[in-house]
C-alpha cells in the first residue's frame, strides 16, 4: 500500500462530530476514544497554555472526555469542539485556580487576562466580567463584527490563552503585528462597550 492510500484510508477512518455524538448517545465507551483521536491534541493544547504543565493538561484531558460522558446525553451540541473547548476551558480554569493559589508559576492565561485590566479594571474584575452572562453578550457581538484574522486573533489571546508568538506563526505575521492587533481590538473593545453603557 502507498503512502497516499494509507493517508485516504486514515482518513476515512475518523467519525463525523454527529457520529461521536451518536457513540455518547448510545453510551458507547468508544465514543471517549474517538474524541480523544480527533480532538486531544487540540485539548492539550488550550489545557497546556493555561496550567503549562504536561501532567496536569493530561489529566484535565481525563476529566474533560468525563465531562463529555456525563453531559451527553442529556445534552446534544450543536457544534461539538466548542461545547469540548467550554468544559476543558472551565477545568482547566480550575485547575489553574488552584495552583495560583499555591502560588506556582502564572501561566499564559494570566497575562492574557492582565492584558485586559485596561479595559475591565483589575484581573478579579476580568475574571468575573467575563463570566457574566450579560458581558459576554457583548463581547461575543462586538467580536462578531472583526474580521476573520482579527477574531482569530482575539479568540486564540484571550479564549484560548495562546501565546503571541504562536498566534503569529499560525498567520504567518509577526509578533509585533499581532500586538497591533490586540491594541487595536482593545481599543475598540473599550469603547463598544462604553456605547452599550457598561463601566469602564
Not at 463525523?16 to 486531544?40: F, S, V
Not at 492539550?44 to 501532567?55: F, K, M, P, S, T
Not at 453578550?137 to 482575539?154: E, W
Amino acid at each position: 500500500m502507498t503512502g497516499s492510500e494509507k493517508t485516504v484510508q486514515t482518513a476515512q477512518t475518523v467519525l463525523t462530530d454527529e457520529q461521536i455524538i451518536d457513540l455518547y448517545w448510545q453510551r458507547e465507551e468508544r465514543a471517549i476514544k474517538e474524541t480523544d483521536d480527533k480532538y486531544g491534541s487540540y485539548l492539550y493544547r488550550i489545557a497546556y497554555n493555561i496550567v503549562h504543565d504536561q501532567c496536569d493538561s493530561e489529566e484535565c484531558q481525563n476529566d474533560t472526555y468525563l465531562g463529555v460522558w456525563n453531559a451527553v446525553p442529556p445534552n446534544r451540541p450543536l457544534v461539538f469542539p466548542a461545547f469540548l473547548t467550554q468544559i476543558m476551558r472551565r477545568i482547566a480554569i480550575s485547575r489553574y485556580r488552584e495552583k495560583m493559589s499555591k502560588k506556582r508559576i502564572p501561566s499564559e492565561l494570566t497575562l492574557a487576562m492582565e492584558d485586559l485590566t485596561e479595559i475591565l479594571h483589575d484581573e478579579a474584575t476580568v475574571e468575573s466580567e467575563l463570566e457574566s452572562i450579560e458581558i459576554g453578550r457583548l463581547i461575543s457581538d462586538y467580536v462578531k463584527g472583526l474580521s476573520d484574522k482579527q477574531q482569530y486573533i482575539f479568540v486564540a489571546r484571550y479564549y484560548m490563552a495562546e501565546p503571541v508568538s504562536n498566534i503569529a506563526k499560525d498567520l504567518r505575521i509577526n509578533s509585533s503585528t499581532v500586538y497591533k492587533h490586540l491594541d487595536k481590538i482593545k481599543q475598540g473593545l473599550k469603547i463598544f462597550l462604553e456605547n452599550k453603557g457598561v463601566s469602564i
